[in-house]
Structure formats: structure tokens, C-alpha cells
């Protein structure tokens, strides 16, 4: 694996084990560029803080400890530091407003809800009724269209569901309006490590048939997780099946606020 772009933190309340041991075991793993990508804090109006993401008085701890260790290992492996990040179209600007006076590189787009998690939250991630995949659809194509994001997480997280006419339809939209924009997809290898309903091999037969490039993304929230082998041979195995592209790398870049 030559770069993998989504690392957390122990700071998001879900994931364990400290930088330097992720860092150490990519660098052993033959691992070139390791990008963090920990769930972004949101500056939600009111102060409202969420549970699986860091605070936001973290932010400034969490770029001074990773632009710390980038020139420490600066002659052994390529650290980026970046931000797993929901596209919320009402607080956005918001957003970007507030990470702009920090130096990080990149934003992923990970839309684990439609809607947003204040107002209406629906999770994608869990069994989800047949109108959720259009609409998470619909939502992650206008957020990538800001041009904000550098690639899109797990694009297939709203799986567990009927997986019918409207389902294949709202993904190969997906997957063709992507694919314009020159995106790449990730195959997430915690949802492959889980077992979980994504990756689905319905989504990447579609994604396979419209030709999009993926980007493999290790998601590690434990240090075992990053560039597993075992997880690699699995991942090559299903790119085969469907013919599906995958490029080493990505060109980073920040949002224009
Ligand atoms: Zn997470
Ligand atoms: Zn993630």
C-alpha cells in the first residue's frame, strides 16, 4: 500500500493507540504517505459537541502534535494532516470559516448522515429505509461539487437496505456524477474488516461497469488497521473482480474558503 489518507485518533472517542504507533507501523508496513484524517471538529451553533468526533478545542493540540511528528519522520514516511468531514449544506461555511487559521491539507468527504446530525439525523451506516441511498446521493454529489473534498469515503455506506431498481439507480448516478468530477471513490477497509454492509458488491459492480478510480483506505481506528496485509489481499481480490482501477495517490489540497 503506498498511501492510505484515512487514519483517526484516539481524539474522535471511538479509536485507540497513540500517532507515533500508527506512524511506526505504516513506516513497517512499506507505507510511503500516511494522511490523519480524524472525524472534523463541527462548530455547530448553540456549542453543541459531538460524541464521535474531537472537540473543538482540540483542533490547535491535534495540528501541533501531527506537524511535530510530519518533521520528526520527515525522512521516513510523508505525513499529511487532514480532516474526515460531513458535507451539512447549512453549516458548511461554517465549517471551513472555522478550520481555515490551521495548516491542515486536505478534507475527505465521510457523509455517515443525510440531513445533518443536529437538526433531523439519519445514519447511513445502519439499516436504512429504501429512500435514504437517493438522498444521501444527492447530498454527497453537491458537497463534492464545492470541490472541497478530496475524495469520497465509503462511498457505499447506505448498503443495508433494499437493494433494488431505486438503490442500483441512485448509484450509478453517484458513481457517473463522480467520476465526471475526476474523484476518487475509496473502498473502505473497516467497513471489509467488520464484515459490514459496505463495501457492497452491488455498489462496486456499478462502480466497476462505470469505470471509476478507487483509492484503497485503510479507515484505521487501531493501530492493526493500518495497511493490513490480510485486508489488502481482500481489497485486490474484489478490484479484480470488477475491473476496477486503483490509483496509489492523491493530489491534496485545502477548501477555498
Ligand atoms: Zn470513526
Ligand atoms: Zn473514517
Request: charged residues 25%.
Amino acid at each position: 500500500m503506498y498511501a492510505n489518507y484515512h487514519t483517526h485518533t484516539y481524539r474522535c472517542n471511538h479509536a485507540r493507540g497513540s500517532e507515533r504507533e500508527y506512524i511506526e507501523r505504516a513506516i513497517a508496513q512499506g507505507v510511503c504517505v500516511l494522511g490523519f484524517s480524524d472525524h472534523v471538529p463541527y462548530p455547530f451553533p448553540g456549542g453543541h459537541e459531538s460524541h464521535f468526533r474531537m472537540k473543538c478545542a482540540e483542533i490547535g493540540e491535534y495540528m501541533s502534535t501531527l506537524q511535530a511528528l510530519k518533521e520528526e519522520y520527515a525522512d521516513r514516511i510523508e505525513i499529511h494532516i487532514g480532516f474526515e468531514a460531513e458535507y451539512y449544506p447549512l453549516y458548511h461555511q461554517r465549517l471551513l470559516e472555522f478550520l481555515e487559521p490551521y495548516p491542515y491539507e486536505y478534507l475527505i468527504l465521510g457523509q455517515h448522515m443525510v440531513g445533518n446530525e443536529i437538526d433531523a439525523p439519519v445514519y447511513c451506516g445502519g439499516k436504512v429505509s429504501a429512500d435514504i441511498p437517493w438522498q444521501y446521493a444527492r447530498q454527497v454529489v453537491e458537497g463534492l461539487r464545492k470541490g472541497d473534498f478530496v475524495y469520497l469515503a465509503h462511498p457505499d455506506l447506505p448498503s443495508n437496505t433494499e437493494r433494488g431498481e431505486e438503490y442500483r439507480a441512485a448509484m450509478e448516478w453517484l458513481c457517473r456524477e463522480v467520476k465526471a468530477m475526476d474523484i476518487p471513490l475509496e473502498f473502505n477497509f473497516l467497513g471489509l474488516a467488520e464484515g459490514r454492509a459496505y463495501p457492497c458488491r452491488d455498489f462496486w459492480e456499478i462502480a466497476g461497469r462505470v469505470g471509476n478510480k478507487v483509492i484503497f483506505g485503510c479507515d484505521a481506528h487501531d493501530v492493526d488497521a493500518v495497511a493490513n496485509p490480510d485486508t489488502i489481499a481482500i481489497a485486490e481480490q474484489w478490484m479484480a473482480q470488477y475491473g476496477l482501477q486503483v490509483v496509489d495517490r492523491v493530489i491534496l489540497h485545502r477548501p477555498t474558503v
